[in-house]
């Protein structure tokens, strides 16, 4: 029987929940005319990275490869609103960059991780 991977345990699926509850914080911040807009698309994003993770960790390694690579492109999605968000003064030039950083920090285990399962 294939070993199941505990994405609790996952340091990847922890950022990633981080993750959501950093964007979380500052949405509240946020124009309320965003709510349906930015805002939106920024929270779906940011849970979507650790939900893609818990989802594939019950999968095959080469779903879960798949579901990483999903994981993945929300966070490049997330960074482009980000960079929305900045242009639009809903946030400053140091929460982009810190937020930048912690997101390439995360790609790079995300994928190391990824390159690691077989399949």
Same mark, same amino acid.
């Given at each position: 029987?294939?070993?199941?991977?505990?994405?609790?345990?996952? =340091?990847?699926?922890?950022?990633? &929940?981080?993750?959501?509850?950093?964007? @979380?914080?500052? !949405?509240? +911040?946020?124009?309320?005319?965003?709510?349906?807009?930015?805002?939106?698309?920024?929270?779906?994003?940011?849970?979507?990275?650790?939900?893609?993770?818990?989802?594939?960790?019950?999968?095959?390694? =080469?779903?879960?490869?798949?579901? &990483?690579?999903?994981?993945?492109?929300? @966070?490049?999605? !997330?960074? +482009?609103?980000?960079?929305?968000?900045?242009?639009?003064?809903?946030?400053?030039?140091?929460?982009?960059?810190?937020?930048?950083?912690?997101?390439?920090?995360?790609?790079?285990?995300?994928?190391?991780?990824?390159?690691?399962?077989?399949?």
């Amino acid at each position: 029987m294939r070993k199941r991977h505990n994405y609790k345990n996952l =340091k990847i699926w922890q950022l990633g &929940l981080e993750f959501a509850n950093d964007i @979380s914080d500052i !949405l509240m +911040t946020f124009p309320k005319h965003e709510r349906y807009d930015l805002s939106s698309q920024m929270s779906s994003c940011s849970v979507s990275m650790a939900s893609n993770i818990a989802e594939g960790s019950g999968r095959t390694d =080469k779903a879960f490869k798949a579901f &990483l690579d999903y994981s993945i492109g929300s @966070s490049y999605e !997330l960074e +482009t609103q980000l960079l929305v968000a900045k242009h639009r003064k809903y946030i400053d030039e140091d929460t982009l960059k810190a937020l930048e950083n912690k997101i390439a920090d995360w790609q790079r285990m995300t994928m190391g991780f990824q390159n690691g399962l077989k399949g």
